[in-house]
């Protein structure tokens, strides 16, 4: 090899590999390879958005080059942020961890981009220093990175190191207290920082209660109180699919206002004994963890709206203020039956849970049995509408054609029922969306998400569900903005997977095949039992031109699906669509199918 082909230069060098990585594949290799793709992803992401390049991803290894030390830096810290946040739901012994080590030195560079030398070496001395989850780097590091970076330089003293003569002096790099770094961010990428305006994450009330079966009360009273909270005009509210992953958890609040994105964490207990309830809650400011306010609330079961209406003016008053209420509440239109409320509380609690036939029945039932003693309750009947008609997509294999059509009937005189009782409820909107989705009218179906959200700018599956409609209007470069604030809302929901899979669609419809590369794959590891991204993640593999990933990952799809087809991926889900997504169907999707293998 001749010398003009060898280049010496300085670079910084950032190393990275995953702690018990053999542990990780030993107990789900699946899993474990999905999540791996996904922290590539992650650092493919923060590394070329800090000026740098990657080296290599062999194995479970990260290597990488960067024009500045604060680059570097900075992308160690968003990626350790990301990959944090990112694995918030996953048990402890099951969480993919990476160590980092970052150096500043001397390396040799070849023609093809690869570099040598001791700065390598040093960069991955320094990672195996690291802890799980961790960032160590050198004395160089520190000394061009100081007062550049939101970072604190925790001394590790001087290291011996394999291979290199001199000791080596260790830094481990912290963040620090109260500037979180925000990574920068990337296209189509969720910015997860607080809004301007008051922002709030009600999290799931701890139920004090003896019996077992009065957990569902505090659940509900969450989820009641997060709607409640999402009528305030001017307020911020994470949906409660995402606050429900905290129940029965030991709370950080510090670290669920940096994973959700908000100012204010509300959080409490109650206990219920017969008619009589004891509501206590705090609101903390997430960012100091300190307690704003805290009170004691006692009341009637029977009157439940009432105790909600007291926490949602104290709340209003503590964040300091001036919120109006959006629509002043009927007094007599509030009183309901106690037992009716108490069947739409058990119900409502059902609806944080993942999606399941099993599931949607049993919220049925209960919603009708709150109907029989309360046939007046607006928000029983739009509940009860959605809740039917989510039966029939996307279990509608599960019935025949009769019960199909029955369905159909029910759920569309539910939601007929609810918006003639309350014409400006938001719930009863967002459930006509699913009923004009079933009847095959795209454009009413995306009108009636307009109006939901118009209603409750805080209904995060509204904007998720719109943001599919307008994918089968044919314009999905509005689908991605509606979809990205429905994972804004609600990141930690049980729909996130789903989103995600939209997401990737969307941009494989435009063309852009490594965001939809990406996406799909983090829909992959959010719900790994999803069959329809798999054969997206395969055509947006075709449509970049990577033949082999997209056979393999059709090989993979078959295995599980025999009978997969272009269709399943693709094919709207009403029968009529548009001239504009039919255009993009043929010119997009079907030559990618036929490249991947997949059959039509």
Known sequence: MSGSELKQRLAAILAADVAGYSRLMAADERATVAALDTARAVFRTQIESNQGRVIDMAGDSVLAVFETA?????????????LNAASSTVSEHRRMRFRIGVHLGDVIEKADGTVYGDGVNIAARLEGLAEPGGITVSESIRTAVKGKVDATFGDQGEQQVKNILEPVRAYRVGIERGSAPKPAPAVGEIDISPPDKPSIAVLPFASLSNDPEQAYFAEGLSASLTTDLSRISGLFVIASTSTATFGGKVIDVRQIGRDLGVRYVLQGSVQRGGNKVRMNAQLVEAGTGSQLWSDRFDGDATDLF???????????????????????????????????????????????????????????????????????NADAWARLGRTILLQLSPFANSFTSEQKDEKLREGRKAVEKALALDPNSAYAHYAEGILYRLLGKPVEWARSYEVAIALDRNLAIAYGSLGTALIYLGEPEKAISQTQYAMRLDPLGPQIGNQQAMMGRAYFFLRHSDLAIEWLLKSRTSNPKLTRPAGVLALAYAQKGDDSAARLTVESLLRVTPHYKVADAFDPPVPFSPEAYRKLYDEVVLPAARRAGIPE
């Open 70 to 82: 604060t680059g570097a830096v900075s992308a160690a810290l968003a990626v350790q942020q990301n």
């Open 306 to 376: 009432a105790l909600q209406d007291q926490i949602t003016g104290r709340i209003a008053n503590a964040i300091g203020r001036q919120i109006i209420v959006m629509a002043a509440r009927d007094a007599e239109k509030r009183k309901t039956h106690p037992q009716a409320a108490d069947l739409l509380v058990r119900g409502i609690a059902l609806s944080d849970k993942p999606l399941s036939l099993e599931r949607l029945i049993e919220q049925e039932l209960l919603f009708r049995e709150a109907l029989a003693l309360d046939p007046h």
